[in-house]
């Protein structure tokens, strides 16, 4: 391990790459064996694509490849940004990611905190259990029930005692999304939290006791700063998220009648580009969301870095 | 007796809260188990009692028609025979090569580290996104094939940072001490280093395959042939865009009887193709919190 490597006294440049080259040769296994495919995978299907994006500046055309098509500029963003159909894309897909996140978010907290003033064992594993169930449940199922439960003679509108078609409803789009998702997802969420309050130290909570906190100044005082970062830190990742909502959720939910809503970018950039071919402006469409997507989580990140520096604000 | 005394410990209006937060926990999983409960029930009720009147429990309505079809029906057993080859074979090469990054990259002496890191790094903030991608799995010949789903995102940069983490937390004494014995790396890795990670392995193994069983994105795109489909394209098709398989409802004289009858099938499907998943989970419950923390530790 340091046969040539002798303590470098003054490390020239040549120095640096002869030092490097011996250890390569040592621990050739490492590149070879261990990051190789790695490695490749991610040239292979991450960065060519991300040169593919010159589509985006381009008339397409699949025959005559990325060499021999013409160059048009900006034309394609141009294109979507001046449209009307943009603003009302743009916004769907923020509102459906804002409004699920404010909904959302708090879901999980409320869970763990519940979760963990249950004294006994048994039955909180068993709750649990059944929290987390629906995270195993997959998309096409999920909206599957969301479909069937709501259809005009549904348990919904058997419980309403109406007859509404929801699924064909813009309006309830948003609201149909976001409480599914909550009924999916926030079981499953709340593990985070959980795990972090079980590091709140019991001395505490029954120093806190003894002292005669109450409920509310338990949990200020005890349970609170033991998840504080953990949510901090849980809220900006999903802030710098919002503009990366899925694909395959919003698409199972669509019907033709809910378009309004319901249409948002990565279903827009689907059916722009795989369904009608239109390969430039989809990847323009696309390339758009990325950039934002890209702002949004470079900034969010900084922010948890600075965090986690000064342990947290 | 004693959880009763811990409960009674706190004052009044203390156990006032609480009771409400209780209510509203048990609502939650109403709300979770309920839904279940109804698509189980229908499942079994015949086509024109579901229709007209919903649920009953005149036993004489029950049948197991609905099941009889879907088992019967040749192209579900092919999306779950596909689904279990894409999930295995995903779940296999994905753990196999992120688990295998992480390790130079979990060590401080390895050169080029942060060259490798930026590298993947990147890729977690941007992307070349749909039409690139597509195109480039369609130059490499690799359309209507397993392998355009189950290879591109084979190596995760996040679960790559997991296992990293994972590895760090190991103790410097055992590398130390293979190392005076004179232990190759590849000895040290699969000797002394994975034996004592099985816990992050299984928590990866089970992401990659639930994932993948679930997803339905990548083979709707890639893949044609019905031969191919992955169970969700095939429920997909049931359950979203209301198409029975072909011989499913064929049989049925009316356009309302089919009709009624491909609604009934939807209920067995879901609670065939659910169950795997559902009978499956608990057994990985322990794993769920090691491999949350193990994120949480480094965002």
């Known amino acids: 391990m340091n046969n040539s490597t002798s303590p470098a006294q003054s490390p020239g440049k040549s120095g640096v790459i002869h030092n490097t080259l011996v250890y390569m040769r040592q621990h050739w296994q490492l590149y070879v064996l261990f990051i190789l495919p790695a490695f490749l995978l991610t040239l292979i299907f991450k960065y060519i694509p991300m040169g593919g994006v010159l589509i985006a500046f381009m008339d397409y055309n699949p025959f005559r490849g990325l060499l021999g098509s013409e160059w048009v500029g900006f034309e394609h963003f141009e294109r979507f940004l001046t449209s009307p159909d943009f603003l009302r894309y743009l916004a769907n897909t923020l509102k459906l990611s804002v409004f699920g996140l404010l909904w959302g978010f708090p879901v999980p907290i409320l869970l763990a905190f519940l979760l963990n003033r249950i004294l006994s064992k048994g039955i909180k594993r068993k709750i649990q259990l059944v929290l ?50 909550i009924w999916q997802g926030a079981g499953w969420a709340s593990i985070i939290y959980t795990a972090a309050l079980s590091n709140a130290s019991k001395d505490l909570k029954e120093a806190a006791v003894i002292d005669g906190a109450n409920l509310i100044q338990q949990i200020k005082a005890v349970e609170w700063p033991a998840i504080k970062d953990t949510v901090l830190i849980q809220f900006i990742m999903q802030v710098g998220n919002v503009m990366s909502i899925g694909f395959e959720k919003a698409y199972a939910l669509q019907t033709d009648l809910n378009l309004n809503a319901s249409e948002i970018i990565s279903t827009y950039v689907y059916k722009k580009g795989i369904l009608d071919g239109d390969y430039g402006f989809s990847t323009a469409v696309g390339l758009f969301n990325t950039v934002i997507n890209v702002i949004l989580l470079v900034s969010m990140n900084k922010i948890v870095q600075r965090m986690n520096e000064g342990k947290g604000i | ?215 339905y994105f990548d083979a709707m795109i890639y893949l044609n042939s019905a031969s191919k489909q992955p169970l969700q394209l095939v429920l997909r098709s ?19 009887a089919r009709a009624q009858l491909a609604e009934l099938l939807k209920y067995a499907t879901i609670i065939i193709s659910s169950l795997p998943l559902m009978v499956m989970y608990p057994f990985f419950q322990k794993y769920f919190d090691s491999g949350i923390m193990a994120g949480a530790v480094k965002g």
């Open chain 1, 132 to 181: 987390y169930m629906p995270n195993f449940v997959s998309v096409i199922v999920l909206c599957g029930i969301v479909r069937i439960l709501l259809s005009p003679t549904g348990m919904i509108n058997s419980l309403l005692g109406t007859s509404a078609n929801f699924m064909t409803m813009p309006q309830a789009f948003r609201t149909i999304y976001i409480a599914s998702g």
């Open chain 2, 1 to 215: 007796m004693k959880k009763k005394s811990e409960f009674a410990k706190y004052p009044a209006e203390d156990k006032a809260i609480l009771i409400v937060g209780y209510i509203l926990l048990g609502l939650f999983v109403v709300a979770i188990l309920l839904p279940m409960a109804y698509i189980i029930l229908a499942s079994f009720i015949e086509p024109v009692t579901l229709q007209n009147s919903g649920l009953t429990f005149d036993f004489s309505k029950w049948t197991l028609m609905a099941y009889e079809r879907v088992i019967s029906n040749a192209q579900i057993w092919i999306g779950f025979k596909n689904a279990i080859i894409y999930s295995v074979v995903f779940t296999v090469l994905s753990v196999v090569i992120t688990l295998l990054a992480a390790y130079p990259m979990s060590r401080p002496d390895f050169r080029g580290r942060g060259l490798f890191n930026t590298m993947f790094i990147i890729t977690m903030f941007f992307g070349g996104g749909l039409i690139p991608t597509y195109l480039l799995i369609s130059n490499l010949g690799m359309l209507d094939s397993m392998w355009a789903v189950v290879l591109p995102g084979a190596f995760s940069v996040w679960n790559m940072i997991i296992a990293r983490t994972y590895y760090q937390g190991v103790p410097r004494d055992l590398q130390e001490a293979a190392e005076i014995d004179g232990a190759t790396e590849m000895v040290y890795f699969f000797k002394i280093l994975l034996p004592v990670c099985t816990p992050i392995i299984a928590t990866l193994a089970m992401w990659q395959f639930v994932g993948m069983w679930n997803s």
């Open chain 2, 238 to 256: 049931i359950l979203i865009q209301n198409q029975p398989e072909p011989g499913m409802v064929s049989d049925m004289q009316s356009t309302a």
